[in-house]
């Protein structure tokens, strides 16, 4: 009695499941709107080669795999350059397809781009659907650094960067073949590394740099793909150095009397000047003296004079000295302007530039 018990206990669990899986089954052929939208598209599409800068454009495919109506609310870009025709919002009905035409411009520095296309929809399962456009970068120019900084630089001063120029994944080019690194400043200088066997230069700035901050631009040329990148250059210079009186005026008796001149030299960083190092100038005249203090390393007192009771100068000439310290760059002038006179008018003024009569 047992037994027959269990055997129809199992026949009517077995019916039970039989029951559920046709319910199942009916509920599948029936109202299929309870599924919902449903965005179906391909995730990596390849869309051929091309160079950089180069626009592509590449059609994606929607297909809605659900029961009512897929809306499409946004498709976009990673780059936020790229163009996308038709412009949503539409709808796909169940069932259908509708195709999208995506235009991008290539760029980066690897050998394929990748533009990742975002799709916004109302399918639950996936508000937004992500898809890879990827394109084979045949050909390219790059330069390392993007963007060449020298910052606050002394006038004078000996300052200089590398430039390279590179191929595919970053490396360095191997040759400087049908390549061209051009300056639109002539104080801007550029020369082939010499220490390097691929597409190296050195970017110096010239010793004629004019004072100031300025945006020179280096233009990097490939004449074997016919293409160009800039390079902005961004440099401030200013004076290390400030020498007082900028600017002398001196008379034929100031000569003959051997009026000394005094030039006091301060560094404006208030860094150490250094040691004294020398002058240039006209050729007669010498150093009287020189003083500096140990607790004032950023100031030197350098007195000038002439060494002969007639020397050789034009009396309508502009000469210029300039003072050299070991510890920073020669960077500060001093105009000297001689011219004959003898009235006592033209010699008070000299004596207002910077002749003093009493210095030893």
């Not at 060449?148 to 200089?160: A, H, L, S």
Request: glycine share 8%.
């Amino acid at each position: 009695m047992r037994c027959s018990f269990s055997r129809l206990a199992g026949r009517l669990l077995c019916l039970m499941a039989v029951a559920a899986s046709l319910a199942a089954l009916s509920g599948c052929d029936g109202d299929s709107s309870e599924l919902g939208p449903r965005l179906l598209v391909n995730r990596r599409i390849q869309v051929g080669e091309g160079r950089i800068g180069d626009t592509v454009k590449s059609a994606i495919v929607f297909r809605n795999a659900g029961g009512t109506v897929l809306n499409v609310k946004r498709v976009r870009t990673s780059c936020g350059c790229g163009s996308v025709e038709p412009e949503p919002p539409f709808a796909i009905s169940p069932g259908e397809e509708k195709e999208v035409s995506v235009q991008f411009r290539i760029g980066g520095r690897k050998r394929e781009h990748v533009e990742k296309v975002f799709i916004e929809t109302d399918d639950p399962s996936m508000r937004i659907a992500t898809v890879d456009l990827i394109a084979v970068v045949t050909e390219g120019l790059f330069a390392r650094p993007s963007v060449i900084d020298f910052g606050i630089t002394p006038m004078g001063e000996v300052k200089q960067q590398s430039l390279q120029i590179l191929s595919w994944g970053g490396e360095l080019r191997s040759n400087r073949e049908g390549v061209q690194v051009i300056s639109d400043a002539p104080w801007l200088k550029v020369e082939e590394d010499e220490e390097s066997d691929g597409a190296a230069y050195v970017v110096a700035l010239g010793k004629d740099a004019p004072l100031g901050r300025h945006t020179p631009t280096l233009i990097v040329r490939d004449n074997n793909i016919g293409e160009e990148v800039s390079v902005p250059v961004h440099v401030d210079l200013r004076r290390l150095v400030m020498v007082v009186p900028s600017a002398i005026t001196i008379a034929e008796e100031d000569i003959v009397s051997k009026q000394p001149m005094r030039f006091v030299i301060k560094r404006l960083d208030g860094g150490s000047l250094g040691r004294f190092a020398g002058f240039s100038g006209p050729s007669d005249l010498t150093v009287f003296s020189v003083r500096q203090e140990p607790e004032s390393p950023d100031i030197a007192c350098v007195v000038l004079r002439f060494s002969a009771e007639s020397p050789s100068v034009d009396w309508r000439q502009t000469e210029q000295v300039a003072f050299a310290f070991d510890a920073c760059p020669s960077d500060g002038l001093a105009s000297i302007i001689t011219y004959r006179s003898n009235s006592q008018e033209a010699s008070n003024e000299a004596v207002k530039g910077g002749l003093h009569e009493d210095d030893d």
